[in-house]
């Protein structure tokens, strides 16, 4: 496919003119002028240089990857169809349409930009974080930053005894349990050659805990709706996890609470002040 460089620049100033600041969880601002995005809010929001951005509303500069389109479509707030339509602008074939994309739906991502108090990220049906708030950081650490078979928290509970430090130890049999439960039930439904039945593979291979569980063949053990952490700072924490699905995406976006006048919430409260550290 060839690159349609006038119909990519046009598409992309629309969708940044057409977006406000409040509708990707940016602050308006009292001297803000003009309605819609700045083209350096837009390449912040898609990870890139103002420059790269500005020359493809310009039509100049390289053909852009299909990593760059991706990133720029899920900055800019893209639904699928219009993700699809930026990639064929960009000269390159859409990404299949997959219940295990990575692609997080524009209604999902608006209520995710408000949370700006509260711990929170968004994960895939495999526990691979894709997006988290600054206090969901400050929780739980950088869980986006793993690559490979490490996105996936069920994998890593079995493969690495520090992220267990993060539960409170009378949780950890029903942890256990329930990872192993959620990847049988997602390797079912997505079939041998899927990510999920890889996962799996290596688990068996790597694990002899994971194993002994996988080999009792649960399903439908659905996670607690009160979790019990153990921060690092902060101590236990008793914190209500609200779960909000998006059924196209497989994506949910969970949401952290305590109940207030509790002493979690009171914990809760010095999050802000402890900030975002990325802790492995």
Not at 42 to 49: D, G, K, N, R
Request: proline letters at 6%; aromatic letters at 6%; glycine letters at 8%.
């Amino acid at each position: 496919m060839v690159i349609d460089r006038t119909g990519l620049a046009e598409f992309l100033r629309r969708r940044r003119e057409s977006l406000q600041p409040e509708d990707v969880g940016l602050p308006r601002g009292r001297r803000r002028r003009t309605d819609g995005l700045r083209r350096e809010e837009v390449a912040a929001l898609c990870h890139m240089s103002t420059d790269y951005y500005a020359r493809l509303e310009r039509e100049r500069g390289p053909q852009p990857s299909e990593q760059m389109i991706a990133s720029i479509a899920q900055g800019l707030h893209l639904s699928l169809d219009e993700r699809d339509h930026l990639f064929r602008l960009a000269g390159h074939n859409p990404p299949a349409r997959a219940a295990i994309s990575e692609h997080i739906s524009p209604g999902l991502l608006r209520i995710f930009d408000r949370l700006h108090d509260t711990p929170a990220e968004i994960v895939t049906e495999l526990g691979e974080t894709l997006r988290q708030t600054a206090l969901g950081v400050a929780l739980t650490g950088d869980t986006s930053h793993y690559s490979g078979p490490a996105r996936s928290i069920g994998y890593r509970w079995f493969t690495d005894p520090a992220v267990r430090q993060l539960y409170a130890p009378d949780d950890h049999p029903f942890l256990t349990r329930m990872f192993a439960s959620g990847l049988r039930e997602v390797a079912t439904l997505r079939g041998p050659g899927s990510r999920a039945a890889h996962l799996a593979g290596l688990l068996l291979a790597r694990s002899e805990e994971f194993r002994k569980v996988w080999n009792d063949h649960e399903v439908g053990i659905r996670p607690h709706e009160v979790k019990h952490f153990v921060h690092p700072e902060l101590g236990a924490l008793e914190l209500t996890c609200q779960r909000l699905i998006d059924p196209d995406q497989a994506h949910s976006l969970l949401v952290y609470t305590a109940i207030p006048g509790s002493e979690s919430h009171e914990k809760l409260q010095l999050l802000p002040v402890l900030g975002t550290r990325a802790r492995h």
